[in-house]
């Protein structure tokens, strides 16, 4: 019970306070690319763009345009772990753990063109 305690503390932590570049900073980007590629790529493509192959209304996000890349680490680390609402995007923190989730933001951020 102690230690459940002491993680969610901890989550509330890194996702709350940490300031905004600091979980893509965290993040391991070549780890971050595998994850990507195995369980991000099938919806928002190889290259992040939204042109997956699977195709959803509304469109899946376009993870290189201004309007996702200037979005803070907080708001993008809580859309994959736990989904967009009237999205496809579902919650990923059942598959992913709080490290890979941290690697994939490191990776998505690096798919900006000013990158």
């Known amino acids: 019970m102690k230690r459940s305690f002491v993680f969610i503390i901890g989550l509330v932590v890194v996702v709350f306070l940490l300031p905004g570049g600091a979980l893509a900073e965290q993040g391991d980007h070549k780890e971050g690319r ?3 590629l195995k369980h991000c790529k099938i919806c928002h493509g190889p290259e992040g763009k939204g042109d997956g192959y699977t195709h959803f209304n509304p469109p899946v996000a376009d993870l290189t345009v201004s309007d996702i890349q200037k979005k803070s680490d907080k708001e993008l680390w809580e859309s994959i772990h736990m989904g967009v609402p009237n999205t496809a995007m579902g919650m990923w923190r059942f598959v992913l ?6 690697t994939v933001l490191a990776y998505v951020r690096s798919l900006s063109p000013e990158s």
């Open 34 to 36: 595998a994850q990507y």
């Open 97 to 102: 753990s709080d490290e890979e989730i941290a």
